[in-house]
């Protein structure tokens, strides 16, 4: 089979590894891919949202499988355009990928199924959102309506900081058109979970549970970012939070895009707060999370396509959806400056990382003289499995300490809240 998979970072090169698993899968291209992915697939320079090149690539290299990762493609139509040459798709349209898309349009779903959430306003008019948080109660949230690679999220302790998020994104194009709406919500507080889930539309099948790290320093201090580490599993996802998850969120969620008339098929993913009042939805993302993806991949014992596949067929209820029972940890190499300014081009040495942990190539390129060099803020992923928690963060941190590049950064701290969480579950209701 030749599959096709538009992307080019660390969740499309997880996809990518777990995919070449499969023995009948005899190519697989990336666009556009980046200097990891260029070991394990072909990768041809076309970017994921060219939907129209995309296309164009499609019809005169024809593929049996196309595998649409990241949220931008997918909000733009890239699987409706897809589907109509007649390919296969893993990956909502773009009607169902607005739960994403549009944090509006998500907010609103929630409220008119009673799926739980935190109570919110959503704003089209800047007069009127400064005007709401000079009153609303503190902590608040505001969020910009669209796509903002992770960054669109601002909580705000005090009005001063709510006003300043507001002018940010509705009056100062901080997040572009993005910003034209936003979400202004409660502050809710617990733990944090994130869970994956595949849904062919009828049926949903969760993958095992995991943590982000958004904030980029120590103790979750600095700005949010895209994700600088993931553990899995998150501890706080008990037997009992999962059954009520399922009952109370996931297959009511499902239910609700298809009485919208926007069913959804594809990966699911459950941002989840487990307040003292039970599991909440922070947010939906329509796709894999980043690096989410690269500690539950490397977890599934069923074969990635057949599940890939199952989901496009709509065959997922009789499809085996398996994980190992062991544990996994991803600590993100980033750019200095990051999420901020940020210079490109330092030379990459991995010393032995690659023979201690996965790397997961979320930045990379090759320069003129084919050194592998840094191309984003996220560089890449150092990714250890275990039969437990402790032992994977201990070799996810060994093999990290082989990598070095100047000005690289990266949390020290990726899984210390999970194992105080693991030797205390207590600590929290609902844990």
Request: with cysteine; hydrophobic share 40%; proline share 5%.
């Amino acid at each position: 089979m030749k599959i096709l998979v538009v992307g080019g970072g660390g969740r499309e090169h997880a996809i990518i590894r777990k995919l070449k698993q499969n023995p009948q899968v005899t190519q697989i291209t990336c666009l556009p891919g980046n200097a990891g992915i260029a070991r394990d697939a072909k990768c041809v320079p076309i970017k994921a949202t060219d939907i129209d090149g995309i296309v164009s690539y499609v019809r005169e290299n024809p593929v049996d499988f196309a595998v649409v990762a990241p949220d931008d493609p997918l909000a733009l139509g890239c699987v409706d355009r897809l589907h109509a040459l007649g390919v296969k798709c893993f990956g909502p349209d773009a009607k169902a990928a607005r739960i994403e898309a549009s944090k509006v349009f998500a907010k609103n779903l929630m409220k008119k199924y009673n799926i739980p959430t935190a109570a919110y306003e959503a704003f089209e008019d800047a007069d009127a959102a400064l005007e709401y948080v000079q009153t609303c109660p503190l902590p608040v949230v505001v969020k910009a309506d669209g796509l903002a690679l992770g960054k669109g999220v601002t909580i705000c302790m005090s009005r001063e900081e709510a006003e300043a998020a507001v002018r940010a994104a509705m009056l100062e194009g901080a997040f572009g058109a993005s910003g034209n709406r936003i979400v202004v919500e409660e502050f809710l507080e617990g733990p944090e979970v994130s869970v994956l889930a595949f849904t062919d539309g009828h049926v949903v099948k969760p993958m095992v549970s995991s943590m982000d790290h958004k904030r980029v320093g120590d103790g979750d201090r600095g700005p949010n970012t895209g994700g600088m580490g993931t553990i899995a599993p998150n501890p706080c996802y008990t037997p009992n939070v999962a059954k009520r998850c399922m009952r109370e969120i996931f297959l009511p969620t499902i239910e609700a895009m298809k009485a919208e008339g926007c069913p959804f098929k594809g990966c699911l993913y459950f941002g989840l707060m487990i307040t003292q009042d039970g599991p909440k939805v922070i947010e939906y993302n329509c796709r894999f999370g980043d690096p989410e993806t690269q500690v539950v991949l490397p977890l599934l014992k069923s074969d990635l396509l057949t599940v890939m596949m199952a989901v496009e067929n709509e065959t997922l209820a009789d499809t085996p959806v398996r994980f190992s029972d062991g544990a996994a940890c991803c600590v993100m190499l980033a750019s200095g400056g990051y999420p901020g300014k940020y210079e490109k081009g330092k030379t990459i040495d991995l010393g032995n990382a690659e023979a201690m942990a996965e790397i997961f190539h979320s930045g990379t390129a090759l320069d003129a003289d084919e050194n592998l060099v840094t191309a984003g803020g996220r560089v890449l992923g150092v990714c250890c499995t275990a039969g437990d928690l402790q032992t994977a963060i201990e070799r996810a941190y060994a093999a990290a300490g082989e990598v070095k590049w100047d000005g690289m950064i990266y949390r020290k701290d990726i899984g210390k809240q999970a194992l105080s969480i693991q030797s205390r579950m207590k600590v929290y209701r609902g844990c």
